[in-house]
């Protein structure tokens, strides 16, 4: 478990949350609202789906997984 919350907003794109996950070193991020209330969780797996960028999600995965 991480010992800080790690988290994107919902209207950050997926380059963003990537960043973040690639800097920290997770497999998920939850997305808040700017009013900072839960509204999902970003996962490893949406980077490798949700986007045609196959550069990102690979780099993604090996950052992560370092």
Same mark, same amino acid.
């Given at each position: 478990m991480s010992p800080e919350v790690i988290y994107c907003y919902d209207d950050d794109d997926i /380059? @963003? @949350? $990537? +960043? !973040?996950? /690639? &800097? #920290? /070193? *997770? +497999? +998920? !991020?939850? *997305?808040?609202?700017r009013a900072k209330r839960l509204v999902g969780i970003v996962s490893l797996g949406d980077v490798a789906t949700e986007t045609v960028d196959r550069d990102l999600s690979g #780099?993604?995965? &090996?950052? *992560? $997984?370092q």
């Open positions: /380059q @963003a @949350a $990537s +960043r !973040i996950m /690639q &800097e #920290k /070193q *997770v +497999r +998920r !991020i939850l *997305v808040l609202n #780099k993604t995965l &090996e950052r *992560v $997984s």
